[in-house]
């Protein structure tokens, strides 16, 4: 019986140590982008039109069991609502993070306990509500929870040179949304006291994954930050 059974203590000791390339975090957006319109298949319609926290819950939770079904990602998991590494009572919507192993990119060591890639979610058009801005994928006059945002302003993955964002497009094409997300950066880099200029328009990335749209940008960053690079997937969900 297990009972009678003596098991030796738990060590708390990660099971392996993996040596990945430099462009790891790359391949893991490449992977979310392939994974993305396989897990819209297995939303229901009404499902695909519901809120920002369900659908980002729903897509950990595919990504968790695709990795554990991959040979490349198997070492990897992904979490939801995870604290930012630098602003405290900030948190990330979904962050890529090492499983059951020590990950090493570029010569530094990453445990289960810190983010790899940070992610930030968002839905297109933006909610209709006195407390938001329509502009919210890229800014909020009324906070700070603009998506791009925050990564400028570093109270989003201050600790890391590469972002991701998703875009759930609940209405509309995402040649429109290009256009549309142009004008509002062109706008705000209009204004001579602000800190967004042409250089923070998204470009069409040298990949496109079938059904989702990859553009990039790339955004200086205040308070001493480096140079930080976005890839962001959107995903049509009717």
């Known amino acids: 019986m297990l009972a009678d059974q003596s098991f030796p203590p738990a060590s708390g000791r990660l099971d392996k140590t993996v040596q990945v390339p430099g462009a790891f975090r790359e391949e893991v957006i490449g992977f979310m982008a392939k994974e993305l319109p396989l897990w819209k298949e297995r939303l229901s319609k009404a499902e695909r039109q519901e809120s920002e926290t369900f659908l980002t819950d729903r897509l950990r939770s595919h990504l968790n069991s695709a990795t554990h079904h991959s040979d490349g990602f198997d070492v990897l998991q992904f979490g939801t609502e995870v604290p930012d590494e630098m602003v ?22 990453y445990t289960d306990f810190e983010t790899i890639l940070p992610v930030e979610c968002k839905r297109l058009p933006t909610p209709r509500s006195q ?46 949304w290009e256009k549309q997300i142009s004008k509002w950066i062109h706008d705000l880099a209009e204004h001579e006291s602000s800190s967004w200029s042409l250089e923070d328009l998204l470009r069409p990335a040298a990949i496109q994954p079938s059904g989702v749209a990859h553009m990039r940008s790339s955004h200086r960053r205040k308070s001493g930050l480096g140079e930080i690079t976005i890839e962001h997937l959107w995903l049509e969900m009717n």
């Open 88 to 109: 405290k009572g900030r948190a990330i919507d979904l962050a890529a993070r090492p499983c059951a192993a020590i990950i090493v990119i570029e010569g530094r060591a």
């Open 131 to 176: 407390d938001r801005d329509e502009r919210e994928y890229v800014y909020s006059a009324l906070s700070s929870t603009g998506g791009i945002q925050r990564f400028k302003a570093g109270h989003h993955g201050g600790a890391h040179k590469l972002g991701a964002m998703i875009a759930y497009l609940q209405e509309g094409e995402a040649s429109v």
